[in-house]
């Protein structure tokens, strides 16, 4: 809840992109996203996530609630930070699973 007041705050300032560093992995699910996102207007700014893994599970997150509320796809910027040659290094696996747009 203070990250999404945090976010509210600083939206009400005039920045046009927010950040969201997302160091529990476990803490990325629907309840906790419709908490996050609860009234930043995703097609008007810029979302970016920082994470340790899930950057699938964020995606599939983001695109309900762009769904959720009725959206447009293509009018959603922002990113989601993966490191799939890091996953690689460490564990040996290089998984990449693509999702159309």
């Not at 997302?22 to 419709?34: H, I, R, W």
């Not at 293509?74 to 996953?87: F, H, L, M, T, Y």
């Amino acid at each position: 809840m203070l990250k999404q007041t945090k976010a509210l705050t600083i939206l009400m300032k005039g920045i046009d992109s927010l950040g969201f560093i997302l160091s529990d992995p476990e803490s990325v699910n629907a309840t906790n996203f419709d908490i996050l996102l609860k009234d930043i207007h995703l097609d008007i700014i810029e979302i970016n996530f920082l994470c340790n893994g899930k950057a699938k599970e964020i995606l599939e997150q983001v695109l309900r609630i762009v769904s959720e509320k009725g959206l447009i796809r293509k009018d959603i910027k922002g990113a989601i930070e993966a490191d799939p040659i890091g996953r690689l290094i460490i564990n040996g696996k290089l998984v990449c699973l693509l999702m159309p747009i």
